[in-house]
């Protein structure tokens, strides 16, 4: 009923034409988020979390002034945006009577630097809820959401923020391990179903069925994984660690069982297998380190174009034609020749002076600041996958080299793990 009085309300004060869900009275909103009317709510919070990644505050410290200014009322009107799209009764009544006073009046002036809430961000950008069990909180996001408290703290006392960095280290230190530890309880919980079903004397039939009982279930939770943001991507990777680890822990106790044969066939598997994840960590770190260059370089094209048409629209004398005009005195020749300058060096170069600039069309600017945010979220992707592999690989270790069960429940443990890794690294949105 309340919000049927507030409609009233509006209505009361508004004249004209009125739009639909389907088809808004106006776009402004939904054209600076870059998504269709009829966006999902979940379309509109992943958009939000895009651009205002790439426009927030935080990015622009190196930029100049003129540029970061810009930013910064980029960044108001993508927050603005998603606090009126974001909640539904607003995004009804914008819909229906556009940009209305009555609606501006009664919504927030957008989305503050302290309402970024940046471990938000991260779980919903990269495996929402079906990822939560397996990666747990992101430590990016920690050190973001502490980058933000440092930028609005400046003004306070340097002691103070060496005691809160001190604490922030130490804290960080906890979390991780406290996260090892609840990454590594949720996947011995997913093992069990193989791991409980067996005992050292169980027959290949026995142990046969009871893979093929946790194969089903891997398999049922694939389809909603992959629906994830990155959620295939998720799975590969961590799949792989998963593959790796269980191969190098396997090989590692074939080292130290059996007959000299054995041994040497399992080290040498092992080391084989250190290796191997070595170089993968090398080459991914490669890409992250470059993802982040081509992502700076982009951001120094845009910065170069925005500052190119601030410089254009402050030249004077300029003609409507593009070109310069000066009718003062000009050097002769003679006077270029008294310097030992070619005369043609002299034109040239007052010619080169007097090029104007010419600046980007509104389609070339959208593309440079499409590819500038594609880049943005490559680059931040790659190092979440940094850090996500990183810790599953602890998470597997301390699984997997558990001293409170036998050799023959890690081996169990192993062999499970190694399917599902298998498995998730085959998993694909065409199948």
Known sequence: MASASNDDHVRSGFLGKTGTDDVPLDKTYYDILNVKPNASAAEIKRAYYTYSLQYHPDRTQGLDEFTRREYAERFKQISHAYSILSDPEKRTLYNRYGKDEHIMSQGPNGVSLEDFDAEEFFRFMFGGEEFVDIIGDFELAKSFKYALSELLSENEQTTDRQNQR???????????????????????????????????????????????????????????????????????AIGYVYSSKARFWLTKMDSQEGHLGKRLLGFGKNFQSTWKDRIHIVKETVKTVKCAVQWQQSVSRLTSAVDDESENSQLPFQHHSGHLEYSGPTPSEPTALATNKPVSSVKQKQKSSTQPIVPLTDEEKRKLEMDTTAKSMEALWRATKLEIECIQRNVCDQVLSDPACSRQIRRYRCKALSKMGDIWQQATLSN
């Not at 130490?170 to 590594?184: W, Y």
């Open 166 to 236: 001190s604490s922030h280290a130490a804290e960080r230190a906890q979390a991780h391990e406290e996260r090892i530890k609840t990454l590594s309880e949720n996947l011995l919980s997913k093992l069990s179903i193989f791991t409980d079903t067996l005992s050292s004397d169980s027959s290949a039939l026995e142990s046969t069925q009871a893979l093929d009982k946790f194969i089903k279930k891997i398999d049922a939770d694939i389809p909603n994984q992959l629906q994830a943001p990155y959620g295939e991507h998720l799975l590969h």
